[in-house]
């Protein structure tokens, strides 16, 4: 399917650019070379001049969501750098680093990294349940509580492929949260707009 993207400049004191790039379905987390080439070519659109302006690390208040610009990557690459030398991957860590913060976007981003080149290895699957995972929450904090319920599915159906524990995680014990979370997402009771209150999933981190 071919995506559909536009750029349009409202006139004030300053041209305000908005950028109109559909959301992607619930496996497009997956397709990251859709993502970026529809964003970039709706960003093509804009003026060179204007692109600074345009893509600013300080749009959102919630610093809990992903923003565009150098402020993730350099996010990123930080939690890269601080996982370098620990005895597992440090896309890996970052990972867990990023989910314990609640920056489930950043999460998927940063595993990504490491599952793109292996993903019809053995740990194929591990990553991507993992990544999917992330992807649940993103939807959650965004309200969409059917793709998350759909995202928990998938990664569920990958992460129990593996043993009890694998890569020094508790891969039991992940389970368990997804299945606390999607039992909860899709009660009757569960409200979306409450889930920035409720306490904040955690994994546990890989043994060092």
Known sequence: MRLKVS????????PLWLVFVPYPS?????KPK?????L???????PEHDRQFLITPDWT???????L?????????????????RGLDPHYLGYFECFNQQLFYEAHEVLEQLWLPVRHGPEGAFYKG?????????????????????LFKLAKDNLQTYGPMHLQLNVSAVLRLIEVWHIRITSAE???QLFSATAPPKLELPHK
Do not use: Y
């Open 7 to 14: 750029a349009t400049a409202i006139w004030s004191a300053a």
């Open 26 to 30: 619930q496996d497009e987390l997956l």
């Open 34 to 38: 859709r993502r970026r080439a529809s």
């Open 40 to 46: 970039a070519a709706a960003l093509h659109k804009v």
């Open 61 to 67: 208040p919630d610093r809990r969501h992903s923003t």
């Open 69 to 85: 610009g150098p402020m993730k990557s350099t996010r990123i690459a930080a939690v890269i750098a601080r996982s370098q030398g």
């Open 130 to 150: 993992l990544i999917q995972l992330a992807g649940a929450f993103v939807h959650l904090q965004k309200g969409r509580v059917q793709p998350a319920a759909a």
């Open 190 to 192: 569960f409200q979306v």
